[in-house]
């Protein structure tokens, strides 16, 4: 087990911690572990690259902790009515889709190299941004006039767009017409 996979599972652990505190109104506890797991995430990817600890046990972790953090604080702050609910289905809806189509890839033994799309790595810092403002408006008891409306509407847009996207990458994928460019996450 590698040092930047250990970070990894324990950002896993992270999860539920800023889930509880933030469904028990401890929102300074929630804000703090929501900026942790993304300093440690930028932490085991260093190490990772720098001293030659990539794993392909991490190469799929990683990405998991990240959007099951993510998810989880998306449906979290839905139903607390700090983001609207249309926004938290279509990115939960979004992953979802995704992960059925690369099982559905496998079962039909037609597996989809992973590799991330640049809409799709757009989509994640806007999902990043927004949940980290909110949190942090939250926490801190203050608004930032107007930017969350607009990372709402940028968050969605992306989301419609990286969704898009992989679904056209996808059935080229099933179809046998462009196998080495369907992408993950």
């Given at each position: 087990?590698?040092?930047?996979?250990?970070?990894?599972?324990?950002?896993?652990?992270?999860?539920?911690?800023?889930?509880?505190?933030?469904?028990?109104?401890?929102?300074g506890?929630?804000?703090?572990?929501?900026i942790?797991a993304?300093?440690?995430?930028?932490?085991?990817?260093?190490?990772?690259?720098?001293?030659?600890q990539?794993?392909?046990?991490?190469?799929?972790?990683?990405?998991?902790?990240?959007?099951?953090?993510?998810?989880?604080?998306?449906?979290?702050?839905?139903?607390?009515?700090?983001?609207?609910?249309?926004?938290?289905?279509?990115?939960?809806?979004?992953?979802?889709?995704?992960?059925?189509?690369?099982?559905?890839?496998?079962?039909?033994?037609?597996?989809?190299?992973?590799?991330?799309?640049f809409?799709?790595?757009a989509n994640?810092?806007?999902?990043?941004?927004?949940?980290?403002?909110?949190?942090?408006?939250?926490?801190?008891?203050?608004?930032?006039?107007?930017?969350?409306?607009?990372?709402?509407?940028?968050?969605?847009?992306?989301?419609?767009?990286?969704?898009?996207?992989?679904?056209?990458?996808?059935?080229?994928?099933?179809?046998?017409?462009?196998?080495?460019?369907?992408?993950?996450?």
């Amino acid at each position: 087990m590698t040092i930047p996979n250990i970070i990894t599972i324990l950002r896993f652990l992270l999860v539920p911690a800023v889930v509880y505190a933030m469904m028990s109104g401890e929102l300074g506890w929630a804000f703090a572990g929501f900026i942790v797991a993304g300093i440690s995430d930028g932490v085991d990817g260093f190490i990772a690259r720098q001293f030659n600890q990539r794993t392909e046990l991490g190469a799929y972790l990683d990405p998991i902790a990240d959007k099951l953090l993510l998810v989880s604080v998306f449906v979290v702050l839905g139903q607390m009515g700090e983001l609207p609910l249309w926004l938290v289905i279509a990115v939960v809806s979004r992953d979802a889709l995704i992960v059925g189509a690369v099982l559905l890839s496998y079962v039909m033994g037609n597996p989809v190299l992973v590799k991330p799309l640049f809409v799709s790595k757009a989509n994640t810092t806007a999902q990043i941004l927004l949940a980290g403002l909110v949190l942090g408006e939250l926490s801190l008891s203050a608004a930032i006039d107007n930017l969350r409306d607009a990372l709402i509407v940028l968050t969605g847009l992306l989301t419609a767009a990286s969704a898009a996207a992989y679904l056209v990458a996808w059935l080229r994928h099933m179809n046998g017409d462009g196998e080495s460019d369907t992408p993950k996450r």
